[in-house]
């Protein structure tokens, strides 16, 4: 019985060492998945702040871009007014010289030629004005990804 109870307790050991070298394996490989894990979340972090902060430059640059674009165009806009505005003129002025119009008719006219220039090219400075309140939460731009 003795040497039965003694391959007893030594095949229980055995098992014993085995499942603690087995514990032992297992938890090093939990431990070095965890920290690979969190070394890689934390460059999948960096990486993603990288990719936010190019995504918020890029909305900047677009943002100057629309704008450069709109001023632009406002001096696209005052120019065609203001070559409309001469011609005008010079027709009237024309025709006082070719004694068409009198020269109180004239004054009249280009004063109100000249008046309705001024308010067009403040209409249109108020139009440019208002198209420049950006606002960073546009239809295309969307919201910004969470972490």
């Known amino acids: 019985m003795s040497g039965n109870a003694l391959q007893n307790n030594v095949d229980k050991y055995v098992m014993t060492s085995y499942y603690l070298n087995t514990y032992n394996e297992v938890a090093g490989t ?4 965890y920290n ?3 070394i ?3 460059r999948l972090e960096k990486r993603l702040n990288r990719l936010h902060s190019v995504l918020l430059k890029m909305k900047q640059e677009f943002m100057l871009k629309q ?3 709109q001023d632009y165009n406002f001096g696209i806009n ?3 007014t203001f070559v409309i505005t001469v011609s005008t003129i010079l027709i009237i002025l024309t025709l006082m010289y070719q004694e068409r ?6 004054g009249v006219i280009v004063g109100s030629v ?3 220039f001024i308010v067009i090219v403040v209409f249109i400075a108020l139009g440019n004005n208002t198209r420049h309140q950006d606002n960073w939460n546009k ?3 969307g919201p910004m990804p969470t972490a």
């Open 67 to 69: 704008r450069a674009i």
């Open 40 to 42: 890689e979340k934390e």
């Open 114 to 116: 000249i008046a309705v």
């Open 101 to 106: 119009v009198s020269v109180r008719t004239t």
């Open 36 to 38: 690979k894990n969190a």
């Open 139 to 141: 239809y295309y731009f």
């Open 78 to 80: 005052v120019l065609q």
């Open 30 to 33: 939990n431990n070095y998945l």
